[in-house]
């Protein structure tokens, strides 16, 4: 399985970006999709999940209700609306998935797979 994670840049705090996520390498049937990030010297914080049927997705306190994820099941992509981002956004974002289990899942080592990161920047 590969992930491929792109989208990320440097904004200004206020400003919005659109991460997307494309997972390739085996068929996708029932699988959970989500994104985390890492700052540095911090541990890898949970963002967002979403489960492979689309619908509400599971978000972390620090992001809910600025943050939208969305999954298109026939590509493969998951994204992630990043709006009113703040400097504390600032953070490489990986995308994961697994295949077992709820999407309402935010430990990182319950994910089997990873995608390589995408850095987001923002400035204040």
């Known amino acids: 399985v590969q992930l491929q994670a792109s989208g ?16 390739s390498g085996r068929t996708f049937t029932k699988y959970v999709m989500g994104w ?26 620090s992001v809910r ?5 969305s999954i298109d099941n026939a590509k493969n992509t998951v994204y992630l609306q990043m709006n009113s981002l703040k400097p504390e956004d600032t953070a490489v974002y990986y995308c994961a998935t697994k295949f ?4 309402r899942v935010h430990t990182a080592t319950q994910y089997d ?9 923002v400035s204040s």
Do not use: H, M
Request: proline share 2%; aromatic share 16%; with cysteine.
């Open 8 to 23: 990320g840049g440097l904004v200004q705090a206020g400003g919005s970006l659109r991460l997307s996520c494309k997972a």
């Open 65 to 69: 209700g600025r943050f939208t994820i």
């Open 36 to 61: 985390f990030r890492q700052a540095p010297g911090k541990e890898r914080e949970f963002v967002s999940s979403v489960n492979w049927s689309g619908g509400s997705g599971y978000y972390g306190d």
């Open 113 to 121: 797979y990873w995608g390589q990161g995408t850095q987001v920047t």
């Open 100 to 103: 077992v289990g709820s999407f």
